[in-house]
Structure formats: structure tokens, C-alpha cells
């Protein structure tokens, strides 16, 4: 008897101690699950691990997002170091693993009929960090739409693992053309007209998309595609070009000459840059107002096709901006604004869907990470202005320097997606912008 009490009694101790070691190790977890980064783990498991969990039981991401926790960013360690080499290596394991580690949903379980039968097109421009570009595509990603990536002629490492992964799906494809990128020069804008051009030579037949949004690899989504495509909806066939007209700290840029020099920085490399000369410019082609854009804006297909392959004034404005400075930034709105213009965004009032920027040259700037070219890159500490913006993207992010936003997002988005029930977390109903 007293044999058995004492059997009984190992037993349920071994229970008890069981059950506190996986409490402890669990709570762990909880506590450190965004402290390292992931090179410490190189076949890039903790991907998998920080993007199941639910925003609701992560205590971190939802009390950032509520503004009830702070980080002390000078001791952050929440940096994230995965090479371009680490995805070439889980891409070369096989498309499951690509897959199945940056959970991308390639069945039609959670798409909504009315997000199969409005198929959206993308267009990515990259030139460094196929880990953060993966994780921006998974998060966007839907069977249904249609996504052209262009990298940088420079980013060979990151061109060869992208290759690798875009294999694996036959709505992802590389840009047919490459340009070799320099900041606020022509290339940027031919970047982007190259991958516009690819998508629109896709038969309708083929996929029969009606918008298209440009992004560059360090954005991020604020919504689901379906609150995507209910938005896109909302629109009525129109673009979603947004700026102004002569603005004054814009006519350096279209006055001048501009040209491409080499410069040795300091480290011996040599860059290519873009500087201004004395000689003046000529006006725009066919009397056009010049007019300064956002780079990131939203374009029917016919406005495209229109740009692209019919319009004179468009291949004329095209050949005038060449030597302009950030023509990828006026190119855009001064062709919406010709009456002629297919699907012109018209009169309307001054929201705008372009991505979400906190610039520097605000008066209440803000951020929570660091500026890079006069805007933030956000951090953790950001997250809570982050979700309460009205808008479908937001840049940008470097999960270099901080990648819990990036994984809160994704969750956050998941609920809403997955959950659609959640009364703390519902559905965003598109803004009215007429």
C-alpha cells in the first residue's frame, strides 16, 4: 500500500514538475520571441514560429499597437540579418519550404468571390533584402493576382534568390527587362514602366486585372485583399493620382539639366549618382503643366495601355524627362491630367491612397525608428499610428534595423483575414473619396 501511495505520488510530481517546466519555457518563448535575430537560426525557422502565433496572444505586438508598451530601442534586438544567400538555400530545398516558411496562401479557402473575380496587378521594385521583399509578397500575396518584381541590375545575390523563388509561382514573374537603378534618376521611373509594361501585355484572357499598384520592397500593407479590392472598387474605373500643380520646391527639378556622374564615396566604391548642371531645360512637350506626383499611386489598366503604347504625348513627355530629377515623381500626374487621359482621377478632394509616409519635413514629425532621405523608417514604437491610418500601405521598413513591425502587420492582418469575427479587430470598410 504504502509502495503504491508512493508510486502515486512520484507520478503526480512528475506531472506538476512537467507542467511547470512548460509553463516557464513557454513564457520564455513569449518573452524573447522577437529578441534575436534570425541568422541565429540559419535555416530561417523562427519565420514560421513568429507569424503563427495570433496577434491576440502575442502581448507584445498588441500592447505596442494600443500604445500601452514602449520600447527602449537603444537595447533592441530585434534586428533581422537573413542573406540573400539564407533564401537561395530554403528556395533550393523546394517550393513547400518557401511556402510553408513565409506562409504564403496559395488556395482559395479564404478568398472571397469577390476578391477571385477582381484580380489585382502589382508592381515591385527592389534592390536590396529578398527576405524583407519575401515577406512584403507573402503578405500581399493572392492566387488570383498578378505581381512583376523588378531588382536592380546591381543586386546580383538578391536577383539569383528571388529567381529561385519566383519559380515557384505562375502569377510571380521577374521584370523582362532590367534597369541598373541610380536614386531620384530616370531609371527609377523606366523600372517601373518596364514591369507596367509586362503586366499589361498579359492577355485578359489570362488574367483580366483592371488595377494596377506600384510598391517598392520596403513597403508593407495596412489591409487584406479583400479590403484592398473593396477600396479598388470604390474608385468607379478612375485613377488614384495624387499631387499638385507648379509646385515652387519642385521647379528645380525640371529646370535644369540633370546628368548621371561616377563618385568614389568614402570606402573607394565607386556610385553612380545624379547632379544638376546650369543648363536650363526646355518647357514640357504640348504645353503640359507641370505637375508633381506621388511614386507610388494607383492606374487602371487602360490608363497604362494608353501610356505605354498610344499616347504620342506620353512617349514625348517620357523622352523629355530623361535628364529631370525624380521624373518618376511628375511623370505620372501630368499625364492624368490631360483630358484624354483614360480613367483621369479628376477633381478630388486632397485624401489620397498612396502609402503612408512620415516625413521629416512635417511639423509634428515623428518616428519611432530613423530617417532615411527626409522620411522615417519606422519602428516598433510607430506601431500604434501605424494601424489607425486610412490607408493601404505604408513606407517604409527595414527589418535590418527592426523587424517586429513587420511581424505584428502580419498578424494583424491575419486576424482580420482568418478571424472575421474579432470585434477588436474588424474589418476595415473602404474611405469614400469622392
Known amino acids: 500500500m504504502v509502495m503504491k501511495r508512493f508510486a502515486c505520488l512520484l507520478v503526480v510530481s512528475a506531472v506538476v ?34 507569424t503563427r502565433l495570433t496577434i491576440k496572444n502575442d502581448g507584445l505586438c498588441l500592447n505596442l499597437m494600443n500604445g500601452t508598451k514602449h520600447l527602449n530601442m537603444t537595447n533592441k534586438k530585434t534586428s533581422d540579418f537573413t542573406s540573400d544567400y539564407d533564401v537561395k538555400s530554403l528556395a533550393s530545398k523546394g517550393c513547400n519550404h518557401v511556402i510553408d516558411m513565409y506562409d504564403f496562401e496559395m488556395d482559395f479557402k479564404h478568398i472571397t468571390k469577390e476578391e477571385r473575380d477582381f484580380p489585382i496587378a502589382y508592381s515591385i521594385l527592389a534592390h536590396q533584402n529578398a527576405h524583407q521583399l519575401m515577406l512584403l ?32 509561382f505562375s502569377n510571380v514573374f521577374l521584370a523582362t527587362k532590367r534597369e541598373d537603378v541610380v536614386y531620384a534618376g530616370f531609371s527609377r521611373l523606366q523600372a517601373d514602366i518596364n514591369c507596367m509594361k509586362d503586366l499589361v501585355n498579359i492577355p485578359v484572357t489570362t488574367n483580366n486585372w483592371t488595377y494596377l499598384i506600384n510598391l517598392c520592397g520596403q513597403d508593407f500593407p495596412l489591409r487584406t485583399n479583400l479590403e484592398i479590392t473593396k477600396q479598388l472598387k470604390k474608385l468607379n474605373g478612375r485613377n488614384q ?43 514640357p512637350p504640348f504645353n503640359m503643366i507641370i505637375r508633381k506626383n506621388s511614386a507610388y499611386n494607383i492606374y487602371t489598366r487602360r490608363f497604362l495601355r494608353w501610356v505605354i503604347f498610344e499616347s504620342e504625348k506620353a512617349k514625348a513627355l517620357l523622352e523629355w524627362s530623361r535628364d529631370t530629377l525624380t521624373p518618376d515623381e511628375h511623370y505620372w500626374l501630368m499625364l492624368d491630367a490631360l483630358e484624354e487621359a483614360p480613367g483621369r482621377t479628376g477633381k478630388m478632394s486632397g485624401f489620397t491612397l498612396s502609402p503612408y509616409v512620415s516625413w521629416n519635413t512635417h511639423a509634428h514629425r515623428i518616428c519611432g525608428g530613423y530617417w532615411r532621405h527626409y522620411s522615417c523608417v519606422f519602428g516598433s514604437n510607430d506601431l500604434g499610428r501605424l494601424v489607425r491610418q486610412n490607408k493601404l500601405f505604408a513606407n517604409k521598413f527595414d527589418v535590418t534595423y527592426d523587424s517586429l513591425p513587420v511581424t505584428c502587420l502580419r498578424k494583424w492582418l491575419d486576424d482580420r483575414k482568418f478571424r472575421t469575427n474579432e470585434i477588436w479587430n474588424p474589418h476595415r470598410s473602404p474611405v469614400s473619396i469622392n
Not at 138 to 148: E, H, K
Not at 160 to 168: D, L
Not at 261 to 267: E, I, L, P
Request: aromatic share 12%.
Open 17 to 50: 514538475l512537467y507542467r511547470i517546466a512548460w509553463y516557464y519555457s513557454w513564457t520564455y518563448e513569449q518573452k524573447t520571441d522577437h529578441a534575436y535575430p534570425l541568422k541565429v537560426r540559419s535555416d530561417l525557422s523562427r519565420v514560421k514560429n513568429t
Open 241 to 283: 493620382i495624387h499631387g499638385e500643380a507648379n509646385p515652387v520646391k519642385f521647379v528645380r527639378r525640371t529646370k535644369y539639366i540633370h546628368k548621371v556622374v561616377n563618385r568614389t564615396g568614402k570606402d573607394g566604391m565607386v556610385e553612380r549618382i545624379i547632379i544638376r548642371t546650369s543648363q536650363l531645360k526646355s518647357p
Open 137 to 168: 509578397l507573402s503578405a500581399i500575396y493572392a492566387p488570383q493576382n498578378v505581381y512583376c518584381i523588378h531588382i536592380d541590375l546591381k543586386s546580383t545575390s538578391m536577383f539569383e534568390a528571388v529567381k529561385e523563388i519566383a519559380s515557384c
